[in-house]
């Protein structure tokens, strides 16, 4: 048999397929939908899964099989990514199966699926703190689950995100040489996130913006300034001796101190 003889019947197959599942969409029979869904749902073909589950959801409500339809719906939905319908489809699981053995997967399932929304650190920060608030939910309410420790990593991985959030925007004062700004909204991030995994850049920065103030500075605050550089200092040296940032910070520092043996005997 040749490429095109097979690659021609596997065309054929496809669209045979294609054909049975508009079919199945078509169909007034529930119940065939509803056994199709779920061998959709078993072969990994969630796509199709969740179109028939759509379907026959509304049929079964206030009966049995509502409650499994409404799950392997909601997870379906999951497994394609739309993140925004499968939240809302467990949140809807949660509220209407209470005591459903289901109901705690269902809840770390919505938890996880508003931590998989939340996007990368320069965009908008509001879905990731909902998504901390719903992780930090579920982890209140069930101590116990198998699923602790994954909510409790995502958690901090999205804490880290808003960190990183707001050091970038601290960061950028530096970079537009706002020095006053850079210095204020540093030392508030050093104060609000104290064992954040960017203190050292934090105070690196801090350092930077304290140094280009003081040597740019009037007479009048030119030593104090020159001080508050040097006191940025020591504390970047005295947490991280080896810091990356440390000849940049020695060659910083030496002209601090020859700043200041010119400048303090005219005081």
Do not use: W
Request: hydrophobic residues 35%; proline residues 4%.
């Amino acid at each position: 048999m040749t490429y095109r003889s097979i690659y021609i019947i596997l065309i054929l197959i496809l669209m045979s397929s294609c054909n049975e599942y508009q079919k199945l969409l078509r169909s007034e029979d529930i119940k065939i939908k509803y056994q199709k869904a779920e061998n959709y749902y078993e072969n990994g073909e969630f796509r199709r899964a969740s179109g028939l589950f759509e379907q026959i959801l509304p049929k079964y409500r206030g009966k049995p099989q509502a409650e499994r339809i409404t799950f392997f719906y909601a997870k379906s939905l999951l497994e394609i990514k739309n993140y925004v319908l499968a939240a809302y489809q467990f949140e809807s699981f949660v509220k209407a199966y209470p005591i459903s053995q289901k109901v705690e997967e269902a809840a770390y399932l919505e938890a996880f699926c508003f931590y998989k929304q939340s996007p990368k650190f320069s965009l908008d920060q509001e879905l990731t703190v909902e998504a901390i608030d719903k992780l930090q939910n579920f982890i209140n309410f069930y101590p116990y689950s198998e699923n602790l420790n994954l909510a409790n990593d995502h958690v901090q991985e999205l804490r880290v995100k808003l960190e990183k959030k707001s050091f970038e925007i601290a960061k950028q004062y530096n970079t537009i040489r706002d020095y006053v700004s850079a210095i204020t909204v540093l030392n508030s991030f050093i104060i609000d996130y104290p064992g954040t995994p960017f203190r050292e850049d934090a105070l690196f920065y801090l350092f930077d913006s304290s140094y280009k103030l003081a040597v740019n500075s009037i007479p009048s605050k030119k030593l104090e300034r020159l001080n508050e550089a040097r006191k940025v200092y020591e504390e970047l040296i005295s947490e991280y001796p080896q810091t990356q940032f440390l000849n940049k910070s020695e060659s910083m520092i030496s002209d601090i101190d020859k700043e200041i043996a010119i400048f303090a005997p005219n005081q």
